[in-house]
């Protein structure tokens, strides 16, 4: 499988200077996923996709769907028949084609290539959980990892990303806290006094206790170098409908917690996304929140390995 790494966009988050592999959770996540689902793997083939304003969902040819965070601020001269979305692999075609031909486009140029192929994994991710629920983790339905997470008192948090309930949260506390992003216009007001560029994410993820970052960092395969400059005792959150797969491959990079989203229901999810919904229109009916944790409860027992600068 070539790796091909995206220029950079507004979204992604860069640490500055060497870096660890980018892509490497995914490249690991498919391979576990070729060899849990064997036979199964060569047959599986997409049945629909949607490609929705906020989310990009599919349904596969086995009734298990998924979804990923769609990366409209990516898409170059995003007007009318923009011409970076020719390549677009298959529109109206994507119907019957193998799993395999989709799982290339992780590394592709294009974020919205990107967007379809992470949806996949995040599909046949559900189709292992069906056959073999897990032993080494636990998945919590219908509870959400920014609701529910511990922030301990004296913790000192960094947040990567937009992230409104965690930041609700934190506000009441009234501490100091850190958050990284890219688009300071997304952040309130209120917000702006805790606001890191992200030229200085080096600098301040190694000061977090809790570390939490948002899922896209894997659409824009930034996630590996943030990773490896956590301090090693910290506690590591990855959240959104994009980090929505197994998690051995983050395990092993320091995560405890993953927060994600299941589909249940794939038909009536794909509708809802073809007609520009969003999560409040389909979490508690065609999709549920999850929480996937680690039972080591530490990065040293579970073996994860941070990989340096």
């Not at 507004?10 to 640490?15: C, D, G, I, S």
């Not at 983790?137 to 000192?156: M, N, Q, V």
């Not at 917690?257 to 038909?267: C, E, F, H, N, T």
């Amino acid at each position: 499988m070539s790796v091909k790494y995206p220029a950079a966009g507004q979204n992604r988050l860069l640490v500055p200077g060497e870096s660890p592999e980018q892509g490497a959770i995914l490249k690991e996540t498919v391979a576990e996923l070729r060899s849990r689902l064997s036979d199964q793997f060569a047959e599986l083939t997409v049945e629909r996709v949607a490609i929705g304003i906020f989310f990009t969902g599919v349904k596969l040819s086995n009734g298990s769907g998924g979804i990923c965070f769609t990366p409209i601020k990516e898409i170059p001269q995003a007007v009318c028949c923009p011409s970076s979305l020719r390549a677009l692999p298959c529109s109206g075609k994507f119907r019957e084609r193998s799993v395999a031909d989709f799982l290339d486009s992780l590394f592709d140029e294009s974020p919205v290539k990107r967007a379809v192929g992470i949806a996949i994994v995040n599909a046949m991710s559900a189709s292992c959980w069906e056959r073999n629920p897990p032993k080494n983790y636990t998945i919590e339905r219908g509870s959400d990892a920014l609701e529910t997470i511990e922030i301990p008192d004296d913790a000192h948090v960094v947040v990567i990303g937009a992230l409104v309930p965690i930041l609700a949260r934190l506000k009441k506390r009234e501490k100091p806290f850190s958050v990284i992003e890219m688009d300071p216009r997304t952040l309130k007001d209120d917000e702006m006094p805790f606001w890191v560029p992200v030229e200085r994410t080096a600098e301040v993820v190694p000061m977090a206790d809790l570390l939490v970052i948002t899922g896209t960092s894997l659409l824009f395969h930034s996630l590996e170098p943030i990773l490896a400059c956590a301090n090693q005792g910290a506690q590591i959150i990855v959240v959104g409908p994009t980090a929505s797969m197994l998690p051995d491959a983050f395990f092993r990079r320091g995560v405890s917690v993953l927060g994600g989203d299941l589909v249940s229901r794939p038909d009536e999810l794909l509708d809802i996304l073809s007609e520009g919904g969003s999560g409040y229109h389909f979490f508690g009916k065609s999709a549920e929140r999850i929480i996937i944790r680690n039972k080591t409860g530490s990065c040293e027992n579970s073996g994860c390995r941070r990989e340096s600068l």
